[in-house]
């Protein structure tokens, strides 16, 4: 998998966060990242969702996913599914490194 452009920009949510955006475009990539557990870095997949200007209005205008459990949710219905007319809610449940994911689906939005 190639190496993604920077900035890298991780989407961070604490326990009963939750975002929502449309998605108009996804790239997959890696990245090194170095958490706590490995200061050294290490190599971790990426999903980029570059979203809505109205949605994200800062720069860059893309959330990157880095958390294995939500890319394992995201990767497999953003294959499936249209861009546009999905609207997703993403909430953060727990505290890593047992931190869950909803993710839920608003068709037409």
Known sequence: MAELD????????GDGEKVSF????????ETLIAPQHAPQGKR????????R???KAE???????TSTR???????QLRILGLLTTRWVI?????PPKK???VERVTGG
């Open 70 to 76: 939500l890319y394992a949710q995201l990767v497999p």
């Open 44 to 51: 971790v997949q990426v999903l980029r969702l570059h979203v």
């Open 6 to 13: 920077k900035p890298l920009n991780p989407l961070e949510l």
């Open 91 to 95: 909430t953060a449940q727990g505290f």
């Open 53 to 55: 200007p109205e949605d």
């Open 22 to 29: 449309t998605v108009v475009r996804w790239e997959l990539g």
């Open 100 to 102: 869950y994911f909803r």
């Open 59 to 65: 720069f860059p205008p893309w959330w990157d996913i």
